[in-house]
């Protein structure tokens, strides 16, 4: 059974960071890009950061470039998103997604396995 299972969300004082880790099962990461998208609500889903299936090449959202990190672990067939800096504007849920392929997928329909979200709240 294909999963991709999020955690490491929670609540968070501005200038806080999280890292969120996305945990895949019953299929071979090696061979899958990944992306982390995010929703606000009354908010349409946004790409955050993406990578290839090598890890060599990743893009990052202009709203988080600086702030974030993605990375893969295909070992541990583990990605993560390390975010640094939080604003309260980062709120929302974050998921990950895996597509098949080798570069950087920024469109969300293009993602062939979804993570069922972790809530990300920055706020004092």
């Known amino acids: 059974q294909v999963q991709l299972v999020e955690s490491g969300g929670g609540l968070v004082q501005p200038g806080g960071s999280l890292r969120l880790s996305c945990a895949a099962s019953g299929f071979s990461l090696d061979y899958y890009a990944i992306g982390w998208f995010r929703q606000a609500p009354g908010k349409e889903r946004e790409g955050v950061s993406f990578m290839g299936s090598s890890g060599r090449t990743a893009y990052y959202a202009d709203s988080v470039q600086g702030r974030f990190t993605i990375s893969r672990d295909n070992a541990k067939k583990t990605v993560y998103l390390q975010m640094n800096s939080l604003k309260p504007e980062d709120t929302a849920v974050y998921y990950c997604?895996?597509?098949?392929?080798?570069?950087?997928?920024?469109?969300?329909?293009?993602?062939?396995?979804w993570g069922q979200g972790t809530q990300v709240t920055v706020s004092t």
């Open positions: 997604a895996a597509k098949y392929g080798t570069r950087t997928y920024q469109g969300p329909y293009e993602y062939d396995y």
